[in-house]
């Protein structure tokens, strides 16, 4: 089983713990500075942070190089050159808003509030409507050729993400609140989403506190 080492919380662990959804995987939680100084001092982390992962013999670091090789193993990086690509650039377009949302909990109140506008935003006027064209244009179930891939679980948490900020956030965008549909009931999908599974909720206050604390993030967060 792999195992992930990681905060109890999302964070950049979350999509690794989406792409894992149909296999079984243990996690240890970083609660304590000293368990954090003893994975820096047995040389687990090779850039001296998380995510880290234990799979296949390996300790992996570097959240994107984690998401390739999982995507490679489970059959979800496309069947050519081209369709990894393609792959490629619509994580590569999730994770950009992701990025607007990952820091989110660690700003003030007044700062959430103008980051929360600039979040829905970003992914009405940016995002969501490069998915929406793709999915009219080719036809398909999924973004890349017509199978399920890497690109659709990554859309697929970004989208749930974004709601989280503002419920009817797919209004204008039926190709996508389609997709949503789909992708949403594919078994492993499905129970992911379910409660009761290692999907973690939106962080809280006890979250922020534990990754200051072990990290010694004495620092305010700035929004983007």
């Given at each position: ?44 982390l090779m ?24 995507a490679?193993?489970?059959?979800l990086?496309?069947?050519?050159l ?28 007044e ?5 929360r ?21 080719h ?86």
């Open positions: 089983k792999p195992k992930l080492y990681y905060f109890d919380g999302r964070g950049k662990m979350e999509s690794i713990r989406w792409l894992l959804a149909a296999a079984e995987f243990e996690e240890e939680f970083l609660e304590t500075r000293d368990q954090y100084e003893k994975l820096l001092q047995g040389g687990s850039f001296q942070q998380v995510p880290m992962v234990e799979i296949d013999g390996m300790r992996m670091v570097q959240t994107r190089a984690i998401l390739s090789y999982i490679a193993k489970y059959n990086y496309g069947k050519d081209k369709e990894r690509a393609l792959i490629d650039m619509y994580v590569g377009g999730t994770d950009d808003l992701m990025g607007f949302i990952l820091m989110f909990p660690f700003l003030s109140a700062d959430k509030e103008k980051q506008a600039l979040i829905v935003q970003k992914a009405t006027s940016r995002y969501f409507p490069v998915y929406e064209k793709v999915l009219k244009d036809g398909h179930d999924f973004l890349v050729g017509n199978n399920f891939s890497w690109a659709d679980v990554h859309l697929l948490e970004a989208i749930l993400m974004v709601e989280e900020k503002k419920s009817d956030v797919l209004s204008g965008f039926p190709q996508l609140q389609a997709f949503k549909a789909r992708i949403s009931s594919i078994p492993a999908i499905k129970k992911f989403l379910e409660p009761g599974s290692q999907r973690k909720p939106v962080p809280d206050d006890k979250f922020v506190e534990t990754v200051r604390r072990v990290l010694r993030m004495y620092y305010d967060v700035k929004a983007n």
